[in-house]
């Protein structure tokens, strides 16, 4: 369908990690979709290391706004705001992102949106299979993230009910690569490798699914920590490794949790619609599980295409045209990055009345958030 003019034309800016994304977006519809990344430059390490995202996202800015908007065939002085990740992240990643957006609004006399990055991954699937439905459940699952959202509207009202309680489920599949000296990122490649293996092979431990345990929080530690010791006593009894069914055995015990956590979710809210974002939405056997028993309790799955899971731009400016048709208040040139913005903050409106609500949320939901973004 092609996009309305009077729609609203958003640039939207993205660095809380290792991606420099710029996305531009009329309405609902995707013009373009810019990225650069720096993940090869973290590869060596296992992991992202923030002052090496800091320094290629500074490098990249300019150059990947320029192209977003070449390919987009649109000139900024058309732009009917900028919209940018104001957190979660990595603070001095989110930094170089929030400067940009405040230099360009600025020298444009353009609103400026500060968005949460979370929202924005919910946001995204807009551009892909239309207006959200309203409520929304979200499992968002990457390598900073593993949470349960309701969102009765995006704009306004993302309520968390559940997060994982150590590491991110994106996390665990980069753990368990290292330890099967398979590279970084681990998830591509264990799910390429889980393929050819026996998912039932090996009963891994299935983390927080007990009666008594918290309905909707997820843990990894504990299924990592297994398949580390099952490779190890097998490495030291001096027998093979069988790692094709090791990658399926510790993937079915992800995604077994995740997706019956999610549909219990939505049976237990009674919505209809569950989507799933962020990097891990990506994976095979999520995406066919989560099918599967979608449709048997009757929910309707919304999943966007991989690179729109993962980190980008077009999230954010999805978020931002979303906040310029609802009329939601622009951000004041103030705006500052909040490496822990709590996922209730859907943006950062600049009206004081706001600051309040701002500080009662973060006094709730901070200790959540530093939890679940604990590196390790
Ligand atoms: O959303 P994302 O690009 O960045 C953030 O972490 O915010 O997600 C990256 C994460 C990594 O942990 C990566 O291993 C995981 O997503 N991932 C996958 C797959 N593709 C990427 N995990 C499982 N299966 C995949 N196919
Ligand atoms: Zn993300």
């Known amino acids: 369908m092609a996009p309305l003019a009077d729609e609203p034309l958003v640039l939207g800016i993205e660095t809380s990690c290792d991606e420099t994304g710029v996305g531009v977006v009329r309405g609902t519809t995707l013009l ?3 990225v650069a990344s720096s993940v090869d430059e973290h590869a060596r390490f296992g992991g992202v290391v923030p002052e090496v995202a800091s320094r290629a996202h500074l490098e990249a800015m300019v150059p990947t706004i ?8 649109v000139s900024a002085r058309d732009l009917d705001g900028i919209a940018v990740t104001a957190g979660p992240g990595l603070a001095g990643a989110l930094l170089v992102g929030v400067s940009a957006a405040k230099a360009y609004a600025y020298a444009l006399g353009k609103p400026l949106y500060g968005v949460n990055h979370l929202a924005s991954h919910i946001c995204v699937d807009q551009l892909e299979h239309g207006p959200l439905p309203e409520p929304t459940m979200a499992l968002l699952v990457s390598g900073g993230h593993s949470s349960l959202l309701l ?12 997060a994982t309680i150590d590491d991110a489920a994106g996390e665990a599949f980069d753990k368990i690569a290292r330890v099967l000296q398979l590279g970084f990122p681990g998830g591509p490649v264990i799910d390429r490798l889980a393929r050819e293996g026996d998912p ?6 299935r983390g927080l699914t007990g009666p008594r345990d918290a309905a909707y929080d997820f843990s990894f530690s504990g299924l990592k920590t297994s398949v580390a010791r099952w490779i190890e006593a097998r490495r030291a009894a001096g027998e093979e490794v069988p790692v094709r069914d090791v990658a399926a055995s510790f993937q079915e ?4 949790v995740l997706t019956r956590k999610a549909v219990r979710a939505c049976k237990d809210e009674g919505v209809d619609h569950l989507m799933i974002g962020g990097g891990v939405a990506a994976n095979s056997r999520l995406r066919a599980m989560a099918e599967e028993r979608c449709a048997r309790a009757g929910i309707t799955l919304r999943v966007p295409r991989p690179g729109l899971c993962t980190d980008n731009g077009a999230m954010v400016a999805a978020l ?3 906040m310029v048709a609802r009329g939601r208040s622009a951000s004041a040139f103030d705006l500052s990055a909040d490496s822990s913005l709590p996922v209730t903050e859907t ?3 600049a009206d004081a009345a706001h600051d309040a609500v701002h500080a009662a949320a973060h006094a709730h939901v901070h200790a959540h958030t ?4 604990k590196g390790n």
């Open 32 to 34: 373009a979709d810019a």
């Open 347 to 349: 943006h950062v409106p």
């Open 370 to 373: 530093v939890r679940e973004r």
């Open 151 to 162: 969102a009765p509207d995006i704009t306004a009202d993302v309520r968390p009910l559940g």
């Open 320 to 322: 931002g045209a979303e």
């Open 66 to 73: 320029e192209r977003a908007l070449a390919t987009a065939g």
């Open 253 to 256: 015990a992800v995604v077994d």
């Open 200 to 205: 039932a092979a090996i009963a891994f431990p």
